[in-house]
């Protein structure tokens, strides 16, 4: 998929409502109507847009993952692959098992006692957005937590997956960073082609919303067929420096660079080729884009990693930005 149609590029992330949040990551509606969003190490409660932010609970490390369940309950991830389940108070509930995952990246309730887990297989040491696009490992597994139960692993061999949902006739479905496919529990692909590296995907009422930590590159895909030059860089260079999406719009001479992508008379271009990127896809029950939001290579708002509906609004996760964005109604603009 290219970009254009209703993937064509727009300025709806630029131009969105923005709240500042230091070290954003996750966000979540939980079942009193408060939207739950992190913060670093922390999560806080928001019930209105413009209202000053509530605590809702602190944690040991970073915030990796947040999911609400219809009863109240809030599973949350933190960095290293530690989850807790807490009440709508914020405080522990015993007798969830800790599995031994290398990575929360999402999580979805099956029921009041059953938690689905995703977690991509990259450490906490490991920058995964450098690594993952030259890694062919499929290091990623889809895992069901019982409440005073073991843990049971329901797919393997994923290649970095990073959001889950349920489809309309309750079937997991998982998004695939790299491979930019969403493939259900049995490996199966759903769909693919997608323009971006996918992040965390959403059930809405007439669809589903799916990030992307940044669009794909040519160049990248262009140097998977040159493997001397990719053995060169990952023997030669910290996986920092590796050609690859990036969080941040930022420019440095220790970086690698396009050359469309350098200041002309002082100013990027919007069109110009960029490392980062922000977009949010709508999709329709059928996983084909119906709509997108976008912050372009001159913008800010880059690394969307989370978006909810929320009181009937699209609200998104900026990283690059540290914002959390709200765009108004779903939908594409008319």
């Not at 990246?105 to 029921?111: G, K, M, N, W």
Request: with cysteine.
């Amino acid at each position: 998929m290219t970009l254009e149609g209703v993937l064509g590029p727009n300025n709806r992330l630029e131009e969105a409502r923005g709240v500042p949040v230091e070290a954003p990551e996750a966000v979540s509606v939980g079942a009193d109507g408060r939207l739950l969003f992190s913060s670093g190490a922390a999560v806080f409660a928001l019930r209105k847009w413009g209202e000053a932010p509530q605590a809702f609970a602190q944690f040991e490390r970073p915030v990796t993952a947040l999911c609400s369940s219809p009863g109240g309950l809030v599973a949350v991830g933190t960095l290293g692959g530690a989850l807790r389940v807490c009440d709508e108070s914020g405080l522990t509930v015993k007798g969830w098992a800790a599995p031994e995952l290398a990575a929360v990246a999402d999580a979805l309730f099956l029921s009041e006692d059953e938690l689905a887990v995703v977690d991509h297989g990259y450490t906490a040491d490991e920058p995964l957005l450098s690594v993952a696009p030259w890694d062919d490992a499929a290091r990623g597994k889809l895992v069901a937590l019982r409440r005073d139960g073991a843990p049971r692993v329901l797919a393997g061999g994923l290649h970095c997956p990073m959001g889950l949902a349920r489809d309309g006739g309750g079937a997991l479905i998982v998004t695939e960073f790299e491979r930019a496919r969403i493939v259900d529990s049995s490996g199966e692909t759903r769909q693919a082609g997608y323009p971006g590296y996918l992040g965390r995907l959403r059930k809405t009422a007439s669809g589903y919303l799916m990030t992307c930590l940044s669009r794909r590159d040519p160049l990248v895909e262009f140097l998977k067929t040159e493997k001397g030059f990719v053995d060169a860089m990952k023997a030669t260079i910290p996986p920092r420096y590796w050609i690859g999406p990036r969080i941040h719009p930022e420019f440095s001479p220790d970086f690698p660079i396009e050359l469309g992508a350098t200041r002309l008379f002082g100013a990027i271009k919007p069109w110009a080729p960029s490392f980062s990127y922000g977009l949010v896809i709508e999709l329709s029950d059928a996983l084909m884009p119906v709509g997108s939001a976008h912050s372009r290579a001159d913008g800010r708002r880059h690394a969307v990693s989370d978006a909810v509906v929320w009181n009937g609004d699209l609200v998104a996760v900026s990283k690059a930005s540290g914002e959390l964005l709200n765009l108004g109604p779903t939908g594409a603009p008319a």
